[in-house]
């Protein structure tokens, strides 16, 4: 969140292991960041402060950049 503050429009925020090491989906996941990861993909998809995608290579990654005002 701190990235929303920090960041002027056009910069660029990237944020590794979208994916969740694969359990993204998991009803029980096994690491136990799954919850945040779950928690800050909800939270950057729905924020229109920035233009965001996942880009789906490894764990995937996030590619988002801040808009203009």
């Known amino acids: 969140r701190e990235a929303e503050r920090l960041l002027r429009p056009g910069g660029m925020l990237l944020a590794d292991n979208a994916f969740a090491f694969g359990e ?3 009803q029980e996941p096994q ?3 799954t919850p945040f990861i779950r928690e800050y993909n909800e939270w950057l998809s729905n ?3 920035f233009q965001s995608i ?3 290579y ?5 590619c988002a950049v801040r808009r203009e005002h």
């Open 24 to 26: 993204l989906f998991a």
């Open 31 to 33: 690491d136990r960041e």
């Open 47 to 49: 924020n229109h402060a």
């Open 54 to 56: 996942i880009l789906p």
């Open 58 to 62: 490894g764990d995937g990654c996030w």
